[in-house]
């Protein structure tokens, strides 16, 4: 059993800066990699950004290159997603979410179906 738990979504003015954590936990976590991904209101689930826990490369969606950090500290199965300069357009619920272990197939980050584990969400509302 593999429980990922997102943490840090709040309420903040456009231009100003927040930090995602999710914690993975599980004696059955042997994920190679973390992503997130974010649902605005009436829209489509859209990546945001992903880690390999090992190697630490790291891929970004378009909207958010350049202004969105990923990170992982594998000590403590917790991923970070360093949001900077949010826009109104950010808003959304916030998943975390990790594949199995790796297939040795390749390894596409946007794509949804790469992962089997998702957390419950956490809420970042930005005001302009």
């Known amino acids: 059993q593999v429980t990922l738990v997102e943490s840090g979504g709040g309420l903040v003015q456009a231009g100003e800066s927040l930090t995602l954590s999710c914690a993975a936990s599980?004696?059955?976590?042997?994920?190679?990699?973390m992503g997130w991904f974010r649902r605005a209101p009436g829209k489509e689930r859209e990546f945001v950004a992903a880690i390999l826990w090992k190697a630490g490369a790291t891929y970004y969606g378009d909207s958010v290159k350049g202004r969105f950090t990923i990170s992982r500290d594998n000590n403590k199965n917790v991923a970070y997603l360093r949001m900077n300069n949010l826009e109104a357009g950010d808003t959304a619920i916030y998943y975390c979410?990790?594949?199995?272990?790796?297939?040795?197939?390749?390894?596409?980050?946007?794509?949804?179906?790469?992962?089997?584990?998702w957390g419950q969400g956490t809420q970042v509302t930005v005001s302009s």
């Open positions: 979410a990790a594949p199995g272990p790796y297939s040795g197939t390749g390894y596409e980050p946007s794509r949804e179906g790469e992962y089997i584990h």
């Open positions: 599980g004696h059955a976590f042997n994920s190679f990699a």
